[in-house]
């Protein structure tokens, strides 16, 4: 079964730093996608950014961008000049075609003004 | 842009007693998904739902869990008989079928907050 694993549970960053948020991941796919979602403090589910496997070049979405590491399982968020407004539980999902998301455990993510 | 919607926003319950979660998927989407929150923790997989069968479900879906499609736009989650631990939030997301650019995509709705007392 595929797992997802990310280690942080919280973090925090300066308004306006840049922070990099860490997730694993196992599988024995060669084909699937990697999702970063964010849920806020209303709980809503919102995508912020998702990476093809078969992609080699790491999506980018204005602030936030991918560090994807194929043969290392590695699937880390960077969200560049921070705001107030980033701040939110992030989760880290994994789905191979047909199949259902799998989520990590989340993390934290604390803004200081 | 298209939503996936969920009702009720929040539902207080006594233990025992059936409810029924609804969803509306967004109308072209084939695939539908019921995933749940408890407070704190990580969003769970419950169910997946395809061409009007269940497709997938995790150990969690047990007998007092039911899905069904009953008129080609909603999509229902019902508890047969609530316990306290069936607190959460529960989540609905739909998916649209292979060929579309935005296949692997799932969208959620806003969720429905489940209390038992």
């Known amino acids: 079964a595929q797992t997802v694993t990310q280690s942080q549970p919280e973090m925090s960053v300066q308004e306006a730093e840049t922070v990099t948020l860490s997730c694993t991941y196992d599988?024995?796919?060669?084909?699937?996608?990697l999702f970063w979602y964010k849920q806020p403090p209303s709980r809503q589910m919102i995508l912020v950014i998702r990476?093809?496997?078969?992609?080699?070049q790491n999506a980018t979405e204005n602030r936030f961008s991918v560090n994807f590491q194929k043969a290392a399982k590695s699937f880390s968020l960077k969200i560049s000049d921070s705001q107030l407004g980033d701040a939110a539980m992030y989760f880290c999902?994994?789905?191979?075609?047909?199949?259902?998301?799998?989520f990590g455990t989340g993390t934290r993510l604390t803004i200081i003004p | 842009e298209p939503e996936v919607t969920q009702t009720p926003s929040h539902q207080v319950t006594q233990m025992g007693q059936e409810v029924i979660l609804r969803c509306v998927p967004i109308?072209?989407?084939?695939?539908f998904y019921w995933y749940r929150q408890i407070l704190g923790q990580k969003v769970e997989f419950l169910v997946s739902?395809?061409?009007?069968?269940?497709?997938?479900k995790s150990e969690i879906f047990d007998d007092q869990f039911s899905v069904e499609r009953p008129d080609g736009s909603n999509f229902t989650l019902k508890i047969r008989s609530t316990k306290l631990e069936d607190s959460a939030m529960y989540f609905c997301?739909?998916?649209?079928?292979?060929?579309?650019?935005?296949?692997?995509?799932?969208?959620f709705g806003a969720g429905s907050r489940l209390t038992v007392l």
């Open positions: 999902a994994y789905r191979s075609p047909h199949e259902k998301l799998t």
């Open positions: 599988t024995s796919e060669s084909d699937y996608y």
């Open positions: 990476q093809e496997a078969y992609k080699q």
């Open positions: 109308s072209n989407h084939l695939y």
């Open positions: 739902f395809y061409n009007n069968e269940i497709s997938e």
């Open positions: 997301a739909s998916i649209p079928g292979q060929g579309n650019s935005g296949a692997n995509v799932l969208t």
